[in-house]
């Protein structure tokens, strides 16, 4: 079991023509703000949403006739199964992809519109496994792991030569981990390329299945997060082989973490990334000052996110900086009093979003309600100022 750096430009040349090759951009905003010189490969502009096309395509050009005509199966939360689906529609290979009880719809919705049967089975992705495996075994599919494959390796090491192609002086990439593949094989490429890199892996906190093998323990693994497209309980047996040698440090991060990446790539890059995507970025963001000065790489691995979430997490960072508030009121329940209380508002420039108006609260005086006022200001500070000029004008409140 083995890849080495000449199996991974076969690779690059294999695929050539038939997988996007993304940018790579110098980013001044995320410099400016983490400290480190940022550049970022935009993965998620790839035609299916993620880094996963040059995998699926590597290893589905590697089948024999036979195979292809028999079809292949896959577990996946998504991003797999849409990369599997679209080049398998292609090759005129037949595709079926098991799908974990939760995947986002967007991720459901591509593998479908690329022609995959999609069967919806697991709790996780562990059941998912599993029942690709029953269909393997009982349809004559050949099952494609999503990481726990050479060929798969192999493909996904291409995103490194592209990187340090386009940027030759990066110091450190940053690479997000789930089942292992994609740093597996860019950590091949990479030091392979540039011996001196340093390769940093990034995991959630609910799914640190890499570090905890890296130390010899059972990793405790579970929960819903934000980074589902990681969120593996056993990184994979090749890929861990392979990368534990040339990977220096785990980075592993919380949800805040991923959810301020995400929101970051919107607000400042104008591009989407998914919360596994954004991992690098998360981790940079976590640990500033192993990155400060250095010239750094994030592979923005995929941004198939669903809008309402995409939407959530937005909202949940306006609300961590104090740019969205809510102001609850306890006032007496007459004419004019919610109109006072707007005027107070928008005279400073707050713009209210919702109102809720409560007079059954047992805490609050009959002849009383309770207001809850959300309001968009511009930062903390334009947030205190209203509240100060709410209590100055004799309303009691606290603010969420």
Not at 334 to 341: A, V
Request: charged share 25%.
């Amino acid at each position: 079991m083995t890849v080495v750096f000449a199996d991974i430009q076969a690779a690059q040349a294999r695929i050539r023509g038939q997988v996007d090759r993304t940018p790579v951009r110098h980013s001044r905003r995320l410099s400016q703000l983490t400290g480190a010189e940022v550049w970022v490969k935009y993965d998620n502009l790839h035609f299916t949403g993620s880094f996963k096309e040059r995998g699926a395509l590597n290893r589905l050009l590697s089948l024999t006739p036979e195979e292809m005509k028999r079809g292949v199966v896959a577990a996946s939360a998504g991003n797999h199964a849409q990369a599997l689906a679209y080049h398998g529609g292609r090759l005129g290979v037949p595709v079926t992809i098991v799908m974990p009880e939760g995947t986002p719809f967007t991720k459901i919705d591509g593998t479908r519109s690329h022609g995959a049967n999609v069967v919806i089975k697991g709790a996780d992705f562990t059941g998912s496994t599993e029942e690709a495996h029953r269909l393997r075994d009982e349809e004559g599919f050949v099952f494609i792991s999503a990481f726990d494959d050479e060929g798969i390796v192999t493909g996904q090491g291409v995103c490194a030569i592209e990187f340090l192609e386009d940027a030759p002086d990066l110091d450190a990439l940053i690479i997000p981990i789930g089942g292992g593949g994609l740093i597996a094989g860019c950590s091949i490429a990479a030091k392979a390329m540039k011996p001196d890199i340093r390769i940093f892996g990034v995991e959630a906190a609910m799914y640190p299945s890499f570090s905890a093998r890296r130390k010899g323990e059972t990793p405790k693994c579970g929960g819903a997060t934000i980074a589902e497209g990681i969120a593996i309980k056993a990184v994979g047996d090749i890929p861990f082989a392979l990368a534990d040698p040339l990977v220096e440090e785990v980075l592993v991060v919380d949800e805040e973490d991923f959810e301020k990446a995400v929101a970051l790539f919107a607000t400042l890059e104008k591009t989407v990334a998914e919360g596994a995507g954004a991992g690098g970025l998360a981790a940079l963001l976590r640990y500033p000052e192993r990155f400060r000065g250095k010239k750094v790489g994030l592979v923005l691995c995929g941004g198939n996110i669903d809008a309402r979430m995409l939407a959530v997490v937005l909202n949940r960072e306006m609300v961590r900086e104090r740019r969205l508030i809510v102001y609850r009121i306890l006032g007496d329940d007459r004419p004019g009093m919610l109109s006072s209380m707007a005027a107070v508002i928008g005279g400073l420039g707050g713009n209210i979003i919702d109102v809720v108006h409560n007079r059954l609260a047992l805490d609050v005086p009959a002849k009383g309600a309770e207001f809850d006022i959300m309001v968009e200001t511009r930062d903390s500070a334009h947030s205190d100022a209203i509240g100060q000029a709410l209590k100055d004008k004799g309303y009691a409140l606290r603010m969420g």
